[in-house]
């Protein structure tokens, strides 16, 4: 059995049920990125894997075992989590931010040691944001500051690394940078990491496993080149489009179909609104 399980899911916040019986199982040192329309339940499913968000009915199994019923630390030893909206505390020096990390390894009879010095030092040296120990963190631009949040992640030391939209308010130069960081970390480090993206062809070109939802439920989930297909697209987007091979990369490349031609006066077509 994968070490991340959801089992027949019910999930829902405010008295509204976003999912009903969703079962999920995240392979084992993959990439895999969750994808689908606005409200369909990808922050809520993925908050529930986190164990933020108790679910209804059914159970998020960790390691086999319920993971409501182990305890914060524990979990927070095996399984990282990245936030949507992350915030710093006012002030707070970069190298400060990312030993927060170690937190769950530190105790009654275990305190601050050298391994936890060289620990950050590598999550640090890993993300490049070295360089910015110092800095404090409300003065890094956005790129920045994500790459310290998964720094900070990373100082956990958890197999397991779920990242909830984190290229979100990110220009594309560094929502690029920030994508190739996590997929570097999964292929170097063998990490598993879930991440909850809202662009297709980002999902396809990183992910090496896609979960599709709609509404709440697995529509279809497995390698990106056999998820993504002009249908499922319609399916899940309501979108029409074509599907084509990523000229840089060779995985699944969305376009949208262009808007309905009008007939000119002359007889010939233009693009409609011109």
């Given at each position: 059995?994968p ?14 049920t ?6 999920l199982?995240v392979?084992?040192?993959?990439f895999t ?14 908050r529930?894997?986190?164990?933020l ?37 006012d ?10 990390g ?20 590598e ?39 779920l ?8 220009d594309?130069a560094h929502?690029?940078?920030?994508l ?6 999964h ?12 662009d297709?062809?980002?999902a ?5 496993h896609l ?13 990106p080149?056999?998820?993504?297909t ?5 399916e ?20 949208p179909?262009a ?9 010939r ?6």
């Amino acid at each position: 059995m994968p070490r991340l399980v959801a089992e027949a899911l019910t999930l829902g916040y405010e008295g509204r049920t976003v999912a009903e019986n969703l079962t999920l199982a995240v392979p084992d040192h993959s990439f895999t990125v969750i994808v689908g329309p606005n409200a369909c339940g990808k922050s809520t499913l993925l908050r529930a894997l986190a164990r933020l968000r108790r679910p209804t009915a059914g159970a998020v199994l960790l390691d086999g075992a319920d993971i409501h019923r182990r305890s914060a630390r524990d979990v927070a030893r095996t399984l990282g989590m990245l936030p949507q909206s992350s915030v710093a505390p006012d002030g707070i020096r970069v190298a400060e931010l990312v030993s927060y990390g170690r937190h769950p390894h530190q105790g009654l009879l275990r305190q601050w040691s050298r391994q936890d010095e060289r620990v950050v030092a590598e999550a640090m040296a890993a993300t490049g944001v070295t360089g910015l120990a110092d800095r404090p963190v409300d003065e890094l631009s956005g790129g920045q500051r994500q790459r310290v949040w998964i720094a900070m992640a990373l100082a956990q030391q958890t197999p397991l690394l779920l990242l909830d939209e984190p290229t979100t308010w990110l220009d594309i130069a560094h929502q690029v940078e920030v994508l190739d960081l996590c997929a570097r970390l999964h292929e170097e480090q063998g990490r598993t990491l879930v991440a909850v993206l809202h662009d297709l062809n980002q999902a396809a070109r990183y992910a090496t496993h896609l979960v599709a939802l709609r509404d709440g439920r697995v529509v279809a989930a497995g390698e990106p080149r056999r998820v993504v297909t002009a249908e499922l697209v319609g399916e899940v987007f309501g979108l029409r489009c074509r599907v084509i091979d990523d000229p840089e990369t060779g995985t699944p490349l969305v376009v949208p179909a262009a808007r309905v031609r009008r007939v000119a006066p002359t007889g010939r077509t233009s693009p409609a609104g011109r």
